[in-house]
């Protein structure tokens, strides 16, 4: 624009009246979505990587049922928002994120038409579900289809077949030693593995006499794959479930957007480390009997903190982060204050891990954020702000 | 500071603060000197206006100003043609020949009454009428507040870099006239070198600079009573109450020029700016500049689609060119097209962002829905006076709900007794 141009005065009565602020920091509900979108394509990317193509094939069905179901139901109610296509994308994304690349086509159809239509069209949209869609649709079809999407063997391509491998056949993991030290030239595209979640709901197999420490440290060396495996991903597992430094890249993501708050994530990993550390690990004797030992997080053995890996291994091990980081900070269906998030967080962290180590529980992570959902409302009850002024007040001097 | 010509004419209301109307006391066709009174404060909670340039008067009329419709005024033809910056009083006093103390509390109150002014605050009242509420109250704290009350604001920057003698000379006479414990200078601790410059300017008076942050919306009274001195304020009292005296740092340099030469309360300086103004900065207005004048010459870089008086946050909207500038200005902002940003409100997604925010611990999202449902009775349990009207909430909210519009309108509509 020149310098000299002369911008005429407003016409009168074209001004623009209407109350304070002239000024909003978030605009509309839609970059919300955006947000977690690209926090959940972070995660979709690893699965990508670790699983190949199937990865999309199972993101494309879910996304496109999600889509589909939204879309037919707000055509027959005539109910239009611009946002509820954005959002219901979202839900099939991170239903996606939540499902093993390895299930059968039906699954995702099934899962992605229930999140959506018990999730968010049934209770009438963002804002007025009380249980996250996601988490509805992922415990349908874990009872629905539970050996789909809690396999024995998780699949997950070779080293040297990364991203363009094909997720077929392959073997089995455990007899080779761990992913890493499996032979790049080898002509198999696909190794099968039990992800850690899995052997860690499970009574651990021992003989009588042994101390904890050696049980642990037995688990540890001979069970699980190394540690480091758990973060890379490379253990198997669902698609957004396997690799962790996906997941907490992006829950850095929404924890920068301010879309995570801190209280919740630090309430869940404290209260997850603690009631790992204490709670007992049930064992089965090689006669057949049960039993149990307390105190696991404080075994040491031959001078090795052991209990503390075993406490790790929890933290890493399937559902865990990714309900915590990506499906637990959705704005509707979590608590309205912050300290309302440390209580729903810590929740979360005692009830996926006595599901996980006393019941045994596959998928226990998805059931706490269930329980936790439904809790909101005596959180958000229980945990109002004090209204400035209204009590405690300092004497005058 | 930028100069602003004189106006070929005025419309100078006889209100200019949230209080009741000045008393016309002069006749069209009268010239009057510039600083002479024509609005005189005639029931308490008014102020006496002044006029702001030498001129004649041409007629009696209505106004609108930016917070009130059918203001009565007083046109004014200046015929002085110097511009309304520094130049007009050249002839200034030192300041070093005023005394360093006011005892009496009572003559600084009516001096500052006979000059109209006010205490620059939002909402506005006299300034005389404060400080006598201060002393009747035993205050023994002053807070001088130099933070922005609104991010945008830019003035005390330019104030504390140029008014330091003033400054200290004002702050000196309420110490001893409210025989004060302490005064406190709230600042921004942002800009490091002015602290220093005016920890080691200060001291030896009894000025304590604190060195806050200057996060929105800390400029406002009831938070710096709490950060400065930790007194929480009880529900629906006011600084003075817990013995606090908040002021604005404008307050002060006008106060030392009522003080110095009884000259009066007729202009401001004026934070003009936003992304429509071509030539942004600080002028100095007078009261009773048109609202059109202001936008000829500040110049228009994009045709301007809300004209705000006031900051983004707690301004209010000007409907008309014809409105006038009055004591309450403080900025006047000039938004475009595309930062006119005209909210789509949806329905509340329950994120919980307006409570969270809130420096004042409400629930937004429930005073809304009294307001909504039509039953502020309800709304007495949600504490509404603890409002700051700060907006925050508004501005937070993804789902564009007008909350601090509700929060506000509550406020009106429900009576303070708990
Ligand atoms: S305007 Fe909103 S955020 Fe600010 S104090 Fe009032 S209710 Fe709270
Ligand atoms: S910020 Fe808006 S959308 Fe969020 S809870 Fe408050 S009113 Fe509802």
New binding site residues.
Partial sequence: MSDNQVIPLPEPGSLRSGASPYWRGVPGVVPIAATFLLAASIVIISGLILFGWNTLRVLAISVAVALLVESTFSLLTRRTRSWSEAYALLVGVLFACTLPPTVNWHVPVVGAAFAIMLGQVLPGGVGNYIWHPVVLGRIAVQILFHDQVTPKWSSVLAPGHLLWGNLDGGQELSTLGSWGSYPVSQDVQTLLSVPPAEHLRLPIITESGVSNGEMIAGLVRDILPPWPDTLFGVVGGGIGEACVIAVIVAGLLLLWRGFLRWPMVVAAIVSAVVLTAMLPVRILLADGTMATRWFPGLAGWEGLPVGLVYVCYHLTAGEFLLVLLLLAPDPSSSPLTSRGHAWFGFIIGVVTIMLRVLMGMPASGYWALIIANTMVGVINRTTKRRIFGTWRVKPVY | MLDFPSPAVLWVPMIQHDGPAGCMVVDVGREVERGELIGEAAEAGSLNVHAPLTGRIAGIGHVDTARAFDVPAIQLEPTESKGVDEGARETRVSSSTLPDELKDIELLADLADGAGLTDFGLPTVGLGDKLRRAASKGVRDIIINTIPAEPTLLVTKLLLAKYLDDIIKATQWLYSALDARRVWLAMDRSDARQVTGYRSATSGTPIRVVGLSNKY?QGSPTLLTKVVLGREIPYGQSPIDVGVLVLELEVLPALVSAVRRNEPMVDRIVTVGGPAAKRPGNYRICVGTRYADILGYVGLSHSVVRIIDGGLMKGASVKSLDAVVTKQTSSIMLLDQDTDRIPNPGPCIHCGW?QE????G?D?MA?LDVVERGCPSEAKSLF?H?????????YVCPAELP??EA??EIKQKVSLDV
Avoid: K, N
């Fill in positions: 919306p307006c925010d809130c420096p004042a409400l937004p005073l509404p603890a409002c700051i009207e700060c907006g925050l909430c508004s909350l601090t929060v506000v």
